[in-house]
Nanobody, 121 residues
Framework: QVQLVESGGGSVQPGGSLRLSCAASGITVEDYAIGWFRQAPGKEREGVSCLGIHDGSSWYLGSVEGRFTTSSDNAKNTVHLIMNNLEPEDPAVYYC??????????????WGKGTLVTVSS
């Protein structure tokens, strides 16, 4: 049974930082491209970052580039999203998934249940 479990969400002030983690079981994260997504209230879910398979390549949503970094800890079978300089536009539920584009993974598309990030002063 495949499970992705996000953790690390919370409430920070603008300019603050958080490190989200996506712990996987039932799969090996280095065998999948791992995407981070977010969904704010009243908005569609959007892709935030993508960590490529094996080569460490990455992609970021334009509004987070330079502030967010995704990386994997293969020994812990976990992928992280480090979020620096959080802005008032960043609050959302953040999800990890075994795809970088929603709906493209077929039978091998798995999602976590999300972790909430809030930014307020």
């Amino acid at each position: 049974q495949v499970q992705l479990v996000e953790s690390g969400g919370g409430s920070v002030q603008p300019g603050g930082s958080l490190r989200l983690s996506c712990a996987a079981s039932g799969i090996t994260v280095e065998d999948y491209a791992i995407g981070w997504f977010r969904q704010a209230p009243g908005k569609e879910r959007e892709g935030v970052s993508c960590l490529g398979i094996h080569d460490g390549s990455s992609w970021y949503l334009g509004s987070v580039e330079g502030r967010f970094t995704t990386s994997s800890d293969n020994a812990k079978n976990t992928v992280h999203l480090i979020m620096n300089n959080l802005e008032p536009e960043d609050p959302a539920v953040y999800y990890c998934a075994t795809v970088c584009v929603e709906g493209t993974g077929g039978a091998e598309e798995w999602w976590g249940k999300g972790t909430l990030v809030t930014v307020s002063s």
